[in-house]
């Protein structure tokens, strides 16, 4: 099959489609999707909120908000200034309007900016399910408007002139017969390199051994193919960027890993020590910094510890501790478990904390799979962490003695939640680190042109969505940056192109 278009999207997701939508408004004739998948949307279908600054949602509903340059320099300052500053300025400053974009243009409706995990009035929602509700107000423009969209059809290599230049894109459908497309712009929107282990032991070898890290986003269709192809005409690479989200125990049981990640919760590694000040999952915008000090840990696991007494203390005390607990707790999010069912339980709109009812029964399923140990002494404790009893006895009559004293001099946590541990059973919950989405490793320009090593652009061939990297450093900044990044550079791939293809 021949085909010719003037501009050819590769990956019909969040990024994707933002950049088919708008280049189509901006008035490319003929507008070509393919998605490897038998539905487009991708992961994208999944996300539950959009980061944004300067919104139309903010301003209408009064929420107090950084402004996008106050954004620019956390962004920067908190990614230590890797990233390229010039394409980072560009998103923050255009996020808010690919906001109202999705709005006014496709129809999305957010209904809030809510503070998650930061406390910033910052992350976009839907009333229904956010990442499912954008792709499909896009796929419903991209009809209205006249974009083809052709799924089961999986781009293999870019076609490139004599001089280089990409001038389309070879394929192949679910029946095996080969799409040779002619087009003037190509964009890049294949997504993630999450389910490619080669990809994935390339980009992290300086993280050491990931045996056992879970990449929590490990979606089967994200192979890093975009990254692949581009790589062949010789595009530059960038360092991975990672939203870690550990300590989460595995596999999920999304109430019993709320313990886990609890404030009071002692985390202790391998050898029974401490490692981290426990409250920053709440106390800092960028509580994932928690996971961050995790990764250093021997083989990247810890152990929460809870005792009888803190337990009796959270049940008797019905509370949430941070906005995730919050997310989980109001059906914010269609969570569903490791085995992809509705995780009904967590979800209950008008009682937040009512995962807390169940909590005892999912405890002990935990113990019968081994997930959660129950221990009646210190040697009991020391066996189930790996470490000498005198090491974790140490550990938790310090940390007893900073909660009676009521300062930590260890990690200053907050005396807020210094509770002692002091009565058996004790319950060792393991904890291992977790990785959202690995982010990037293609270079673009801060007009999502892909770069060569020589930091010349590959002519015709833009990149947009997480395939493209630049953007974030090695942690990740606000929470949703992905789909914020997703949508912008979709709009910014979009609009460039179009502007080439339109002279
Ligand atoms: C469960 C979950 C929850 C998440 N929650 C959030 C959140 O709340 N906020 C946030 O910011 N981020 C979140 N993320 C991350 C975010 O969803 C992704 O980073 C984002 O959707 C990536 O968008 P994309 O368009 O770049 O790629 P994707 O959505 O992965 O889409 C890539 C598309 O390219 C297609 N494709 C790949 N290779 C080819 C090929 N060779 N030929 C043709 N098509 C191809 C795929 O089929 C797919 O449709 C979450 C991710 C998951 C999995």
Redesign the pocket.
Known sequence: MKKTVDLCV???????LCAAVHARELGVRAVLV????PK?????R??????SCDSPVQKRTGAKMLSADECFTYHMDMTNCEPDGKLVRKWLTTTGKVIGWLEDYAGVEFIEAAPWSTGLPAYHMCAKP??NEIVNHLIAKAQETGVELVNN????HLITDDAGAVTGVL?EDKDGEEWEITAQRVII????ISANQELIQRFYAQDGDMGNVRIM?N?P???G??LIMAEELGADTTPIGNLYIGPHNHPSNPRTALLLRRPHTIKVNRNGERFVDEDMIITRWWGWTLAVSLNRQPDKMCYGIMDTSLLRYWLENKKNYYPLEMIHGTGHTNIKDDYGKDDAKSLDRVNPTKWLDHIEEDIEKEIAAGRIIKCGSYAEMAQAIGCTEEAIRTTIEDYNRYCEQGYDEEFLKEKEYLFPLTEFPMYVMVGHQGI??PIGGLRVDHNQKVIKKDSRPIPNLYAA???SGGWMGRNYGFF?????Y?TYS?YAAGENAAKAILG
């Open positions: 590769i990956g019909g997701a969040g990024a994707g393919i998605d490897k998948q487009m949307g991708g992961c994208t999944m996300a539950q909120g959009v980061f956010t990442g059809v999986r781009a293999k394929a929107a294949t997504g993630s986003a979606v269709h994200n192979t193919d975009g959202d989405t969505g997480i395939v949703g940056s992905e789909m914020s997703v979709g």
